[in-house]
């Protein structure tokens, strides 16, 4: 008999060999039906796999984003099936699920695919789907792999099989498709109810510009054609939202091929939006005893091999700097921590120093793949608000719980309130990706889980997604059309300090070791804006917007009067510009609406004649005529209120 532990703490006892599936129907068959895969000591697995051993399982259900991932990686199976039957002979790359569905990588031997095709398979996959195929798991030798896939003549397989030692291949089969595949799967292919595939693109082997071109094909699929509906919906809203066509609009930033791919550039209104946010965290951040410092863009190479970054990233950094001395090689920074750490490291540290607080809006670079960068969410040059603290192991969780209070106070100043907290912790079986003792993650993964316990935080945890030097803390927000992004995020480190060699001297007169606190609750500036603009579909908070109040003379008449106001709106440090154009008064409503300005005046004979404006606010319409000392108040109140949640 083995023990299973249940989620809710319940421990069960059944046969060793028992299954997921089989654990569901012993709770309720309503359970069973809903089940699509397992997490088991914090792996996701097939929920027909045996269990030999006491484990802790956690049912997987569609609402659960490991389901979600299984659901979609079946897909990708499926739709493979549907891609040999129509184009026999194609040779599949990878095809994992993401965020939102699921893509795969395929040669399809020079065969160009469009919007027909695309229908041909969706149609294809449904019919599949209804024969409601078990996905079979099968441990398979390395020889067998190859010799497989070799008769098949797939050299993206043969490549991955390469790279693999014998004893951890397995072969999925659902149908007539068989694929090299870790897994896990769904049951069966009957849980896959709707389908929709949504765009073709190209992307290089591998992510390697000197490998082939294959086409990757977009998918996304629900239990239910109703769930596909409103995701389709939810699709078209989104491009209405989408943060590279409103940032044009809106002339918050722009791109040039000659500049570089994923450099964005910021303009004018954007620089200043960008500048406001910056000044609003630099204000909270100095209220909390932050202090600011500034780091070069660049840094010698030996300073992220003693970090660790070099060995985790290097092959994701731009090339090396050479300079003319021998042998001596400079980076654009991946990282703005390894400085910080010598920053602390320049004076000697006393307890009594600590907890010390390094904020620096660091600009850091990472060499992304063409095919990855995407506007200003997937970018090569990017601003972290980075901080960094250095404090005492006895300070770390009320330290840790300050930092949430930060970020819960940027989220709600941005009207950012549906939001989760995820605890990413190591993998539970591989350690091989992380750097530092197990007594000190235990310390830093502790620490965390109690802090959020503490700020009644909503929280899940995942297992394997921390960083190699520690666990971490990310908030997950759900923006206005239900979109999930992950933004701020706070990180516990044992291991840095090591590495660095950072010490401080104790009440006890002896050194002792730091621990860092990393954190950035924007994430990064680029992101975050992107993230905003399609939150609110361009329509800024009224403290944030680039323009706060549009004046709209009637006739040119009135534009003397219209010079005063703003004379006066300026001097009380309200952002407003004139409309001083020659058109009729609807056309500029109209077009000061689509510029998303949040208020304008309406400026006529009467206003004029009483020294008082007629206010319109944006997508709302007339609110009233208002003397110009009682608009400037409503505005200034408006502002406070909004900046001020806390």
């Known amino acids: 008999m083995i023990k299973i532990t249940l989620p809710d ?64 990686h079946s897909s990708a199976h499926l739709m493979a099936e549907a891609l040999e039957f129509y184009y026999p002979g194609v040779k599949f790359g990878y095809g994992p699920p993401g965020e939102r569905g ?101 992307a290089y082997w591998l992510n390697d510009e000197k490998n082939k071109m294959l086409t990757r094909i977009y998918g996304i699929t629900f239990p239910s054609q109703k769930e596909l509906d409103e995701y389709l919906v939810m699709l078209e809203e989104a491009k209405k939202r989408d943060h590279r066509k409103l940032g044009r609009e809106l002339e918050l930033f722009t791109f040039s091929e000659k500049v570089g791919m994923g450099l964005p550039m910021w303009l004018p209104k954007g620089a200043m939006l960008r500048q406001r946010l910056q000044d609003f965290l630099q204000k909270a951040q100095t209220e909390s005893g932050y202090v600011p410092v500034i780091t070069p863009h660049i840094g010698h190479k030996q300073l992220y091999v003693t970090s660790g970054h070099y060995e985790k990233y290097g092959k994701d950094s731009f090339q090396p700097i050479k300079t003319p001395q021998e042998g001596e090689e400079f980076f654009l920074k991946p990282m703005n921590c390894p400085h910080h750490c010598e920053i602390y490291k320049s004076s000697p540290r006393s307890y009594k120093d600590l907890p010390l607080r390094l904020a620096e809006f660091g600009t850091v670079y990472r060499y992304e793949q063409h095919g990855e960068l995407h506007g200003l969410t997937r970018v090569r040059g990017f601003t972290q608000d980075d901080a960094h603290l250095f404090c005492m192991p006895s300070q770390v969780k009320e330290e840790f719980k300050k930092v949430i209070d930060i970020v819960q106070y940027v989220l709600k100043s941005l009207e950012l309130n549906d939001y989760t907290a995820q605890i990413s912790l190591r993998d539970k079986v591989d350690r091989a990706k992380y750097i530092g003792s197990e007594e000190n993650w235990a310390l830093a993964e502790e620490a965390i889980i109690e802090a959020a316990a503490e700020k009644n935080l909503q929280t899940t945890i995942e297992y394997g997604e921390a960083a190699f030097y520690g666990p971490k803390l990310d908030f997950m927000i759900k923006d206005a059309i239900g979109r999930r992004w992950q933004l701020g995020t706070i990180q516990v480190d044992y291991n840095l300090p090591e590495r660095f060699d950072l010490s401080y001297i104790g009440e006890d007169n002896n050194k002792h070791r730091p621990v860092m606190i990393h954190r950035a609750p924007f994430g990064s500036m680029e992101r975050f804006v992107a993230v905003l603009i399609e939150h609110c579909a361009g329509k800024f ?77 944006q997508g709302k319409g007339d609110e009233g005529v208002y003397s110009i000392e009682d608009f400037i108040g409503l505005v200034q109140e408006e502002v406070k209120l909004m900046k001020s949640p806390r």
């Open 102 to 202: 699921f893509y795969y990588d395929v040669d399809l031997g020079g065969r160009a695919l469009g919007e027909e095709d695309l229908k041909k398979i969706e149609s294809k996959m449904q019919e599949l789907a209804k024969n409601n195929s078990t996905y079979q798991r099968k441990e398979v030798s390395k020889a067998d792999a190859v010799q497989y896939f070799t008769g098949k003549g797939d050299p993206y397989k043969l490549e991955i099989i390469d790279r693999l030692n014998d004893g951890e291949i397995t072969f999925y089969t659902q149908g007539n498709f068989t694929d090299l595949c870790r897994g896990p799967h769904i049951p069966n292919t009957g849980f896959i109810k709707a389908i929709k595939l949504t765009n073709i693109a190209g």
């Open 9 to 72: 703490g319940a421990v069960r006892e059944y046969e060793a060999g028992i299954t997921s599936m089989d654990i569901a129907k012993s709770i309720s068959e309503g359970l069973a039906r809903k089940v699509l895969a397992a997490k088991v000591n914090g792996q996701v697995w097939d929920a027909s796999r045996p269990i030999a051993t006491d484990a802790s399982v956690q049912l997987l259900k569609w609402n659960d984003t490991d389901g979600k991932e299984t659901f979609w």
């Open 541 to 617: 908070p009224l403290w944030l917007t680039p323009t706060q109040v549009k004046l709209l003379p009637i006739s040119d008449k009135f534009l003397p009067y219209c010079e005063a106001v703003l004379a006066q709106l300026k001097a009380a440090e309200i952002r407003a510009e004139i409309d001083d154009r020659n058109e009729k008064i609807g056309k500029k409503i109209r077009d000061t609406e689509l510029e998303k300005v949040p208020l304008m005046l309406v400026i006529g004979e009467k206003e004029a004649t009483d020294n008082k404006v007629a206010v319109r606010r």
